[in-house]
């Protein structure tokens, strides 16, 4: 089995920064795509970000040009950089990735982290 456990969230005041981070653990063989979803309260969960194997990127246009998704493959961790926060990025933030773990049959699963609360206010 694969692990995915985020850290990094917080209270932050409009305009401020935060770092999210998603380390991958367990019987990892190999992690494809990644990505960062959120959800707020009354609210389904959307893609923000996500990123392929070889640094593909792509950002969902209510975060392009405040957020930045990035990956280090050698030490299975994925990153969101969120800046200009707004009381509207207000979610709990999820990591996702599509992973194969060394149990056999191998087969590409979706792993989820538990979340992380991010919360935006002045």
């Known amino acids: 089995q694969v692990q995915l456990v985020e850290s990094g969230g917080g209270l932050v005041q409009p305009g401020g920064s935060l770092r999210l981070s998603c380390a991958a653990s367990g019987s990892i063989f190999s992690i494809n795509a990644m990505g960062w979803y959120r959800q707020a309260p009354g609210k389904q969960r959307e893609l923000v970000a996500g990123?392929?194997?070889?640094?593909?990127?792509n950002n969902a246009d209510s975060v392009k040009g405040r957020f930045t998704i990035s990956r280090d493959n050698a030490k299975n961790t994925l990153y969101l950089q969120m800046n200009s926060l707004k009381p509207e990025d207000t979610a709990v933030y999820y990591c996702?990735?599509?992973?194969?773990?060394?149990?056999?049959?191998?087969?590409?699963?979706?792993?989820w982290g538990h979340g992380t609360q991010v919360t935006v206010s002045g």
């Open positions: 996702n990735a599509e992973a194969m773990s060394t149990t056999l049959p191998r087969r590409w699963v979706d792993y």
């Open positions: 990123i392929t194997e070889g640094g593909t990127t």
